[in-house]
């Protein structure tokens, strides 16, 4: 299927996990891909990796957090590929942290990855996006519709996404830009592999973040990204799409 034929589509966090699959995907699809990721390694193996499949592919390291780096990042996309035909958020963190134990940085590298570089990206593409009718989705999380234990920073992170992308889909609409959300719950990633869990962790909560039927790999988030960067997803504006196994039903 090749519903994203001469579209340019910039991935972040397209080095691992979730931003890996969508990255694969989207040039299984036809696209060309500008992908970018904080780990050079996992980058350079990603773009070796669809470069080998037949599909044009592009990008460079970036901190999305960073102001200069995202707006040069943006630039060399668009100077390479020609144009931004969607934009895909990934890029994120996680971690667990008892609240009254959290510190101040550990709450704001969280909110700047999370948050502020999803906006970052937005702000510095949405020209380009409005010159191609072009789509976003970002990566908000089944923690911003429901209580994550002891992952208080993560899940106002993640509401926060879901907030802003709502907000771009109706300031935009007219203008022909779509944004919308997926939220992933119990996705198995390297990410959730490394996890660390305070003492303080109550177990017996953790049914709460557990899909019905066990975790499942990114791929299966990936295809619902595509849907909604394709022609399929027309008429899907400011929406947020649960990918959990039932977790929160």
């Not at 926060?160 to 889909?169: D, K, P, Q």
């Not at 996705?187 to 557990?210: A, W």
């Amino acid at each position: 299927m090749q519903r994203l034929a001469g579209k340019v589509v910039l991935v972040t966090g397209a080095g691992n996990g979730i931003g890996r699959a969508c990255a694969l995907r989207a040039g299984a699809e036809g696209a060309a891909v500008y992908a970018l990721d904080r780990d050079e390694e996992a980058l350079q193996s990603l773009l070796a990796e669809l470069r080998e499949t037949g599909a044009e592919a592009a990008g460079g390291a970036c901190d999305i957090s960073a102001e200069d780096a995202v707006r040069s990042s943006v630039a060399a996309c668009v100077e390479e590929l020609g144009a931004v035909d969607a934009l895909v958020n990934m890029a994120g963190v996680l971690r667990f942290e008892d609240t009254q134990q959290m510190t101040l940085a550990q709450w704001q590298t969280i909110i700047d990855v999370n948050l502020t570089g999803t906006m970052l990206l937005t702000r510095e593409v949405l020209p380009h996006l409005m010159e191609s009718s072009g789509s976003i989705v970002n990566a908000a999380s089944t923690a911003a519709l429901s209580g994550l234990p002891c992952g208080a920073a993560y899940a106002a992170s993640k509401g926060g996404v879901l907030a802003f992308t709502r907000s771009i889909a109706v300031e935009y609409a007219k203008r022909g830009v779509r944004a919308n959300c997926v939220c992933p719950g119990d996705i198995k990633t390297g990410m959730v592999d490394g996890l660390q869990f305070p003492k303080t962790m109550d177990y017996s909560l953790m049914p709460r973040i557990s899909s019905l039927c066990g975790p499942m790999g990114p791929e299966v988030v990936a295809g619902v990204v595509m849907m909604l960067i394709s022609a399929d997803g027309a008429h899907i504006n400011g929406e947020d799409i649960r990918v959990d196994g039932g977790t929160l039903s």
